[in-house]
């Protein structure tokens, strides 16, 4: 008798989030193309994430079912969204609830900071990151 789980999942943390199919097709150009050009907002926070800065791993531009999300951190299930004023358009704003319903539906937090609070209020961004944080993740108490 073996030791090992039966059927260990191939996915980090239990869960999947895309497959290679639709990685490989669409969304593994479009994620290193929005890595390579972020947004000034993108770049700001991405210096406060990296790194385990607040110690946990953060991936951004991760590909999760169809979408690509900003910032995941999968061990918390919690994504972050930097919003330029495109989201701020009414079609777009209704895309934007229908996209963070599926993630949700997946399991996921979904947190939606405006561009300009990621560049002029980056305290306020990194505390509510930090308290959803310690509600997320189990282990977390940076």
């Known amino acids: 008798m073996s030791d090992e789980p039966e059927n260990?999942?191939?996915?980090?943390?239990?869960?999947y989030t895309t497959d290679a199919q639709r990685w490989n097709k669409a969304l593994k150009a479009y994620a290193r193309t929005n890595r390579k050009n972020p947004t000034p907002a993108e770049s700001h926070l991405w210096q406060e994430l990296r790194a385990h800065k607040l110690g946990v791993q953060f991936r951004r531009q991760h590909a999760i079912k169809q979408f690509i999300v900003d910032f995941v951190c999968l061990a918390a299930w919690l994504i972050i969204e930097v919003d330029g004023s495109v989201h701020g358009d009414a079609s777009q704003a209704e895309y934007d609830g229908g996209r963070s319903h599926e993630l949700q539906e997946c399991g996921f937090l979904v947190l939606r900071f405006t561009n300009e609070e990621v560049l002029y209020q980056m305290p306020k961004v990194l505390h509510s990151i930090h308290e959803h944080l310690l509600l997320l993740h189990p282990a977390y108490r940076k």
Request: aromatic share 24%; charged share 0%; no cysteine.
């Open 8 to 15: 260990p999942s191939p996915f980090p943390y239990g869960m």
